[in-house]
T-cell receptor, first 113, second 113 residues
Framework: AQSVTQLGSHVSVSEGALVLLRCNYS??????LFWYVQYPNQGLQLLLK??????LVKGINGFEAEFKKSETSFHLTKPSAHMSDAAEYFC???????????FGTGTRLTIIP | DGGITQSPKYLFRKEGQNVTLSCEQN?????MYWYRQDPGQGLRLIYY???????QKGDIAEGYSVSREKKESFPLTVTSAQKNPTAFYLC????????????FGPGTRLTVT
């Protein structure tokens, strides 16, 4: 069975600093991996996805993530945090050829002015 | 504009009453999903449907029911059997393409007292 672990339920960074949100997965078959962002009282918006092409994936709003099979990780990064990045971020995994996504418990990102 | 509509945004009910949450999509997606979101628990899958007139239970289906009579619509009924129905409910849909990325609606916040 697949699962996703997001290390750190809350992360705070200063405006302009590096953002690093961690995600580790377990999957018995090659997975598809996703990062979603959720602003308060809204639905989830796809930031980026890994679908077995390039291991470094670029997404919207300056975010990117790197798939590392040896570490079973898919960490999300952004070089310089902006106040508008404050939100909750979810990592999700879906084994290839399956319909269901499994979500992590989320990381709330706070940006310090 | 294509997207997913959930109505209403906020819903209040008395304990013991059934309530139906609406989800409509005009993305021409085959698959639709219902998730429940509680603080600190991420998203949990309630039901999903891959085609019209067919649906499967997710991880927490007890106390919920769905129907899929039309491709565009996937209503969720929260029955009086659901022990703790107060939560944020999210509907999603996906095309049957390679990545199966899911697109989310804005959510319905249900409060039962």
């Amino acid at each position: 069975a697949q699962s996703v672990t997001q290390l750190g339920s809350h992360v705070s960074v200063s405006e302009g600093a590096l953002v690093l949100l961690r995600c580790n997965y377990s999957s018995s078959v090659p997975p598809y991996l996703f990062w979603y962002v959720q602003y308060p009282n809204q639905g989830l918006q796809l930031l980026l996805k890994y679908t077995s092409a390039a291991t470094l994936v670029k997404g919207i709003n300056g975010f990117e993530a790197e798939f590392k099979k040896s570490e079973t990780s898919f960490h999300l990064t952004k070089p310089s945090a902006h106040m508008s990045d404050a939100a909750e971020y979810f990592c999700a995994v879906r084994p290839a050829l399956r319909e269901k996504l499994t979500f992590g418990t989320g990381t709330r990102l706070t940006i310090i002015p | 504009d294509g997207g997913i509509t959930q109505s209403p945004k906020y819903l209040f009910r008395k304990e013991g009453q059934n309530v139906t949450l609406s989800c409509e999509q005009n993305l021409n997606h085959d698959a639709m999903y219902w998730y429940r979101q509680d603080p600190g628990q991420g998203l949990r899958l309630i039901y999903y449907s891959q085609i019209v007139n067919d649906f499967q239970k997710g991880d927490i289906a007890e106390g919920y029911s769905v129907s899929r009579e039309k491709k565009e619509s996937f209503p969720l009924t929260v029955t009086s059997a659901q022990k703790n129905p107060t939560a944020f409910y999210l509907c999603a849909s996906s095309a049957r393409d390679r990545a199966y990325e899911q697109y989310f609606g804005p959510g319905t916040r249900l409060t039962v007292t």
